[in-house]
């Protein structure tokens, strides 16, 4: 009600009756203004008409005569006179009426149609979600144009609001089926790291921080016999669920073939050919592997396109091992793949890591790069791998700060005992 009457006292019906009644007095003014006017001159002209003639009947002796119809005329004319000017004020009452009662017609007529627009506007929630059409908008002029583009626009955005809670839900499904993938592939990642380290001379630990829910990287470790172990460190090109199902796929077909007794040559050969037999998506995959006997601590490694793994000697500081890659696996079938030797000593560690910790990059857009790598790992070269990892990654963070990574984050140290 508060609002109705304020929109009366400032609205567009103020405006209508504000402009019509003083256009209305202004007419009458004027025309009251010529009427006296031209009354004044008429009596003015009477009278010095008479004043003409006055000598006339004086010198015939009417004098008395004279006065009495003098008298007689301007009290005729005066009455005449009273009688126009009522005429006249009954004529501004009926045209102030007439005024009034059309300018209440045209404002019925424009202005409730935009209050029930407004009143319907500003109902529009949860219950009353849709602008509707109504016979009180249905005047023929802009006011109906007016309630049809409220009504098409309430139409649209209907359908807008529709398909935003579709899309929403269709997402609110995908992040729970990709939180369930997450959960799935990380649960296939071996984490009994201490466990697999008793009584075998070693230490171990690994790590993976996908960037975007569900990662394609993916680490390995298994005994292949009482006297091997086998590392393996690889990541798959793209993300995502696809990304992620190929490395499942890769991280089992890898561990079959090791687990028969192949070699890092061979496995990583067969592998390859059986991907390419599959691959559809023309993706591929980057993996360092290596075979290692415990009782010597000598080791065969194979690298596939991957990163070139850090070393280091007991007693002395983390390094770059770089050496000739091969291809990475499902790129093209019947790929050789070379083998490299190596020998640990007691003391000495292995560093395995992804492209996502070379390439972790700062709001700025510069890369971690491998010399930050060998700083961070060199703070403490005697840090256990556990720590060594929780170093590294601290130094990552530290360096990204708060810009988005666009690739998984994995590493694994190794420390042979001997």
Known sequence: MENKQSTLRGGIRQKIFSMLLITIILIIAAYTAVFL???????KLVNDTYEEQKLVYIENGLGAQYEAFRDNTLASFHSRMFHARNILFLLIVSIVAAGMAFAFSITKRIIDPLNTITRRVASLGVRNRQFQMEDI??????????AESFAKQSAR????????KRVTAEKERIGAELDMAKKIQASQLPRNFDT????RDINLYACMRPARGVGGDFYDFFMTDDDHVCLVMADVSGKGVPAALLMMMSRILIKAHLLRGESPAETL????????????????????????????GKGIAANAGHEHPVMRRAGEKYELVVYRHSLPIGAMEGTRFREREFELFPGDSLFVYTDGVAEASDPGGRLFGTDRILEALNA???APPQDALATMMNRIDEFAADAEQFDDITMLCFRYLG
Not at 157 to 164: A, H, K, P, R, S
Not at 196 to 199: A, L, Y
Request: contains cysteine; charged residues 20%; glycine residues 2%.
């Open 196 to 199: 697999f380290c008793v009584k």
């Open 137 to 146: 908008y249905k005047t023929g002029d802009e006011i109906e144009v007016l």
């Open 380 to 382: 403490d070269p005697d």
């Open 37 to 43: 006017y031209q009354s004044a001159m008429v009596e």
């Open 269 to 296: 050969f067969n592998v390859n050919n059986q991907l390419c037999e599959t691959n559809d998506t023309d993706s591929f995959v980057t993996v360092w592997l290596a075979s290692i006997q415990l009782s010597t």
């Open 157 to 164: 955005t209907m359908l807008y609001i529709d398909e935003v």
